[in-house]
């Protein structure tokens, strides 16, 4: 296991997906930075809290399950190319490490990128100056759930890239599914069972928004992150196992 990640390292160390895993957290670091500069209105009475919503609106309604995508194509695209899985699956082997190692990858690099994320938003409060004590335990719930809910969205966007040896296919389908988040958000009867939303549910303050989805408890939240997680991993792994090559 451990000479396949430094494998898929190899692979991945020179290519752009490391350039990806910025662009999100500088943007959303630039719309929060804005926003508290010009917004004198803080909900909340926390500065460091609404910098917060509004750097995870765009962070994790758009860039997050769009990384998600990209990360999942990426790191199955060298194996569609020139045979490559057949050669994968000459060593010494099963097709379950495989599939395991590439979707651990994924959310490595997402975590990577959460963490780049926090520490834009940290670098925001420390510069403008922010008043009060950080709210480290709200901000690492916030990254954190992020991150959880980006369970199942890897799991899915994994079995689709495995499944199809385009590399545009997977991100075309990932783009539609994630342009509707405004409006699904928005849907308390369809935004908590929507994968493409659940980043966003998940990383804005729960007392920062009261419309919508966005007031539905954490505990169903997660149960049907965790329900659709293990749906998409078990069917992307099951399909990936009889892949015929």
């Known amino acids: 296991m451990i000479r396949m990640f430094r494998s898929e390292w190899l692979k991945l160390r020179k290519s752009v997906i490391w350039l990806l895993a910025v662009v999100s957290p500088l943007l959303a670091g630039l719309v929060g930075f804005l926003s508290s500069l010009e917004d004198a209105e803080v909900i909340g009475g926390s500065p460091w809290l609404y910098a917060l919503s509004m750097m995870a609106a765009l962070h994790a309604m758009l860039f997050l399950p769009l990384l998600t995508g990209v990360f999942a194509a990426l790191v199955c695209r060298y194996e569609h190319a020139g045979g490559g899985w057949k050669q994968l699956f000459s060593l010494p082997v099963s097709r379950s490490q495989v599939y395991l190692v590439k979707y651990v990858f994924i959310m490595l690099l997402l975590a990577i990128t959460q963490l780049l994320f926090l520490a834009a938003l940290i670098g925001i409060g420390l510069a403008l100056g922010f008043p009060g004590p950080i709210p480290w335990k709200e901000i690492i719930i916030s990254c954190a759930g992020g991150w959880i809910a980006c369970l199942p969205l890897a ?20 783009v539609v599914f994630t342009l509707p988040n405004m409006l699904v958000a928005n849907s308390t009867e369809y935004g908590p069972y929507y994968p493409w939303v659940q980043p966003m549910l ?19 939240l997660f149960v049907v992150i965790g329900g659709s997680f293990l749906l998409f991993l078990v069917s992307g792994w099951t399909y990936f196992a009889k892949k015929a090559v």
């Open 202 to 220: 998940a990383m804005i303050p729960s007392d920062e928004m009261s419309f919508g989805a966005f007031n539905i408890s954490p505990v169903t």
């Open 155 to 174: 799991a899915l966007q994994l079995a689709v890239s495995t499944a199809w040896s385009s590399f545009a296919a997977p991100l075309a389908v990932n």
